[in-house]
């Protein structure tokens, strides 16, 4: 007998990155825009996000960059708790337009574009499990609210974020006015690992330096691990260069480890000048044969930049 809607979702029972019904439920059904069901989050998720956002304290001080700290005061989040999207937007929303919205899992690679054109963060909303705070492949509700929304909160970088949205619009345009299926895919899987690679080495996992000079994180893989923020800055042994479009968008890279090689920018204006030189880039033709290795893109992603309305 199938389960009715309120026996399946009790109040408090949880919302885990591991076991979450709601998102599997939600899932099932095609819906990747959802509500935040904020009653379902058990007693253990916000002790989950209790502790994770408190240990990190010091190292974001020591660490990040002034403007995630800055962010993360406007945003006012709440220490003891899950935070709720709709409180977040509430303080995001009026500063740089941008605003949280709530997924129920992977977004398809121009889908998740396009949404950061429009101002839309797509947000996870489940919680690691308490016995593995520290290692997560994929994105959970600290990733996304404590690692990437407070630096969502500076004008210049979300203007970056837009107008990275804008380049894979232009991407799409590119790609469907090809004619030869076989070369459309090829094309697509290229511009799309470009800018996939770019946005792995600025937006997560980015250096910069700091106004006296020393590096700070602005990545949000780096500011959402504990671990990795101290051995992005500290260890001898990672590689940081400052940034390079042309060896950017050919390094494949991992994800099930810390990045043995980081890029560094000058700032914000710097960023999204990259931006611009890389969607002049791609016009030009020079992103249509990049190195090969990770990331893959699955068909879906295909898929995405095929579907999508370009006019
Ligand atoms: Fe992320």
Not at 101 to 107: E, I, L, Q, T
Not at 161 to 176: N, S
């Amino acid at each position: 007998m199938a389960l009715t809607q309120t026996q399946q979702f009790q109040p408090g029972m949880g919302l885990t990155t591991t076991k979450a019904p709601f998102i599997e439920v939600a899932r099932s059904r095609g819906e990747l825009y959802i509500e935040q069901p904020y009653e379902l989050y058990s007693e253990e998720n916000h002790e989950a996000w209790r502790r994770l956002y408190a240990r990190i304290q010091d190292r974001w001080q020591r660490y990040a960059t002034e403007k995630f700290l800055e962010g993360v005061s406007k945003l006012c989040l709440d220490p003891n708790r899950v935070p709720r999207l709709d409180d977040v937007n509430r303080f995001l929303a009026p500063l740089t337009g941008f605003k949280a919205k709530a997924v129920s899992g992977y977004v398809p690679a121009y889908i998740f574009f396009d949404c950061l054109r429009r101002r839309e963060f797509p947000t996870t909303i489940t919680v690691r499990d308490i016995n593995s705070l520290d290692y997560l492949p994929e994105p959970d509700i600290f990733h996304d609210i404590a690692g990437h929304v407070p630096m969502h909160t500076d004008k210049r970088f979300a203007d970056t974020l837009v107008r990275f949205g804008e380049a894979a619009h232009t991407a799409a345009r590119l790609v469907q006015e090809i004619k030869d299926p076989e070369l459309q895919v090829q094309r697509i899987i290229s511009i799309t690992r470009a800018l996939a690679r770019f946005f792995w080495f600025t937006i997560e996992f980015g250096l910069m330096r700091g106004r006296n000079g020393e590096l700070k994180v602005y990545g949000s893989g780096l500011l959402s691990s504990y671990g990795e923020i101290a051995h992005a800055i500290e260890s001898p042994e990672v590689q940081r260069y400052p940034i390079q479009l042309e060896w950017v968008i050919n390094q494949y890279f991992e994800i099930d480890h810390y990045q043995p090689l980081l890029f560094i920018v000058d700032s914000f204006d710097h960023l999204f000048d990259l931006v611009d030189q890389l969607e002049r880039w791609m016009l030009e033709g020079k992103l249509n044969n990049v190195a090969p290795g990770e990331p893959t893109m699955s068909e879906e992603d295909i898929r995405s930049f095929l579907e999508a309305v370009v006019d």
